[in-house]
């Protein structure tokens, strides 16, 4: 009988816990995949679900930094976007961002973020590559190599 009665306290113990908002966010954040990635800049963003006992969002956006994990600290990214409040409890919300001033040939990593009473919050955490470019240089190598491959071209057919 004592180990019925202590299964039902715990049990109940458990279902209150579960359905109570001991200022825990339950929502969902993530972070948008990476796209329109050039040489210096990239676009990303994300998505938030927040639940009906959620607090509202006080800033949003996302974070970017050479290292993993980015956070929205002061000395905790490179680069940060601000995306305003919203949604607001019980609701959903999806936003663009664009990183600029990028490096070329760089990993970057990406991470959605949202602020609410309840705390800062991240999405998922994406890493791409900038874009290398030829550079004067190459540009001139791959001119040359064009100018070979059309000269030995036009001898094969003379």
């Known amino acids: 009988m004592k180990k019925i009665i202590l299964a039902t306290i715990i049990l109940l113990i458990s279902a209150v816990a579960m359905k109570s908002d001991w200022g825990v966010f339950d929502g969902i ?5 990476i796209s329109n990635v050039t040489s210096s800049s990239a676009q990303s963003g994300g998505s938030i679900q927040l639940m009906y006992d959620d607090a509202d969002v006080s800033q949003k956006g996302i974070v970017w930094s ?3 994990n980015p956070s929205n600290t002061p000395g905790g990214y490179l ?4 995306q305003g409040v919203n949604p607001t409890s019980g ?4 936003f663009t961002s664009n990183l600029t001033d990028l490096e070329i040939n760089t990993t970057y990593f ?8 309840d705390g800062t ?4 955490q994406i890493s791409f590559t900038t874009i290398p470019t030829l550079g004067q240089w190459g540009a001139i190598a791959l001119v040359s190599l064009m100018g070979i491959f059309g000269l030995w071209i036009v001898y094969r057919k003379i």
């Open 29 to 33: 954040i993530t972070t948008a995949n």
């Open 66 to 68: 050479k290292t993993a």
């Open 79 to 82: 680069g940060r976007t601000e």
């Open 91 to 94: 609701n959903s919300l999806s």
């Open 110 to 117: 990406v991470r959605a973020y949202m602020v609410n009473s």
């Open 121 to 124: 919050f991240y999405g998922q």
